[in-house]
């Protein structure tokens, strides 16, 4: 583990939460220093000034509030998620009124837990970074974010992706409730994310609701939450989504896999803005927006009857399309170079080359994971470079290639090649990327990368069309007879 990796304090009373946190995100190359109480945490001292800390909201002793109260009342610029598995709504309001960076409730996915630690690191080095400057350079820096880079964690510069953000630009300032539409992968929760950081509810709390996660039993309870003793298990009173996102927004993710049956409450609670817990009589009013998104063809689950109709239109008031990454390919140099920055970082390792190779070989896929797919390819060739240039092995595309069109009817049909044309045009390109090169093969702007090959099917090539490196011509000397 490189000691400039991120370092991360877990502070929780129980022992095997502790352990499986501390194992999980090391797995991530964090590094981990665990407490077993916010007093272990004060006297004790980490190791090191944390990057991000995780903290149990109810503990012995002093709770995890009261020990952010202290750490903000000390200056202390940590971020903090909290993490609770009781969803505790008057505490996890407070806690995110107070300045904490997120509130997940016990047990989160691994996925989702790293990724908000992600965003907290990074939220903290900006933070770490602004601190540093000058009032008058700060004050510059935060307008050009504004006014230039104001979409922080969305990358990208494609003619598709403009309109995707211009139209978050004006639905933002509304509470519409607004339907993002697009493929597994192409970050529609970066989306819903710029929407609520640039709407009136930004100082309030985002919470997301993977509705694939929740079982069919349990969607009541998570969204409304339950009174004690409402069914076996329910041993105390819990707050709901709606409840925990009082004031702020509703990310509902993958709303299009809520059960039928059970989309009649959710349409409820858009149309009436009132809900009851599971167990209890009482009638609670909510003031949520709520942001929606899909993977599915909505419309058409409508006509095959697994989608209300009502609930459908009570959701698509303001549908915002993103756009598959193979349709707006201009964005890869971007995001390529964006990943292998983030990616270098997070495992501690020396930047690699990106090639102009590499990137057409990026550009040259279809990505039907798209975003999600690039990242994790892109992590994985930096692994494998160890600081050389990248190298990408991607599978054939499945879909039919792009067709190439004609812009101009009036030039002449392309002349088509014969396959010893081809063969000797290739002779030719390897020869001509041999004398450039000098014959150098491997490394740095060698030939193997300007081509975008491996060393060694570039070896082999020219073994095969007999190619012989030309002997150094010897300094000739004068001689008097």
Not at 426 to 436: P, S
Request: with cysteine.
């Amino acid at each position: 583990m490189n000691e400039h990796n991120p370092f991360v304090c877990v502070i929780d009373d129980e022992s095997l939460i502790r352990e499986s946190l501390r194992d999980l995100l090391r797995s991530a190359g964090l590094k981990v220093q665990t407490f077993a109480s916010a007093q272990e945490f004060l006297t004790s001292q980490p190791s090191e000034t944390p990057a991000c800390l995780l903290l149990d909201v109810r503990m012995p002793g002093i709770s995890g509030l009261e020990l952010q109260r202290q750490l903000c009342s000390g200056g202390s610029p940590v971020p903090i998620i909290f993490m609770t598995g009781h969803g505790d709504i008057p505490m996890s309001v407070r806690a995110m009124k107070a300045g904490a960076f997120e509130f997940l409730t016990k047990p989160c996915r691994d996925e989702d837990l790293l990724r908000v630690v992600n965003q907290a690191i990074e939220r903290g080095s900006r933070t770490g970074e602004s601190n540093n400057e000058s009032d008058e350079d700060r004050s510059f820096l935060n307008d050009e974010l504004r006014n230039k880079t104001s979409f922080l964690e969305i990358v990208g510069e494609s003619e598709a992706l403009r309109q995707v953000l211009h139209q978050v630009e004006i639905v933002a300032p509304s509470d519409a409730t607004v339907l993002v539409l697009g493929e597994t992968g192409t970050g529609k929760e970066l989306i819903a994310r710029a929407i609520h950081e640039r709407s009136r509810r930004k100082g309030k709390p985002l919470v997301r609701v993977n509705c694939t996660s929740i079982p069919k039993e349990l969607f009541e309870s998570e969204f409304f939450g339950h009174a004690k003793g409402a069914f076996t298990g329910a041993i105390r009173d819990r707050a709901g989504r709606f409840e925990v996102a009082a004031g702020g927004t509703l990310f509902l993710d993958e709303v299009g896999e809520i059960p039928v049956d059970l989309q009649s409450k959710l349409l409820r609670v858009l149309q009436e803005k009132s809900y009851e817990r599971v167990g209890e009589e009482k009638t609670r009013r909510t003031d949520v927006r709520v942001v929606a998104a899909t993977n599915r063809d909505l419309a058409k689950e409508v006509a095959a009857g697994r989608f209300r109709p009502d609930l459908y239109y009570r959701l698509n008031v303001f549908p915002l399309k993103v756009a598959a990454l193979r349709e707006r390919k201009a964005d890869i140099p971007v995001l390529a170079t964006h990943f292998v920055e983030l990616s270098a970082k997070e495992l501690g390792w020396p930047r690699p080359r990106l090639t102009r190779a590499g990137i057409e070989t990026l550009q040259n896929y279809d990505w039907p994971g798209n975003i999600r797919e690039l990242r994790n390819v892109i992590e994985r060739a930096v692994i494998l470079a160890r600081g050389g240039a990248l190298e990408f092995d991607l599978p054939e595309n499945g879909s039919n290639p792009t067709p190439i069109e004609r812009t101009d009817v009036n030039q002449p049909e392309p002349r088509i090649l014969t396959e010893p044309e081809i063969r000797r045009l290739e002779r030719e390109n390897i020869f001509a990327v041999l004398q450039k090169t000098g014959w150098k093969i491997k490394g740095a702007n060698g030939a193997a990368e300007l081509l975008g090959v491996k060393p060694n099917t570039l070896i082999a090539r020219i073994q095969k069309m007999g190619f012989k490196r030309p002997l150094e011509r010897m300094p000739q000397t004068s001689s008097r007879a």
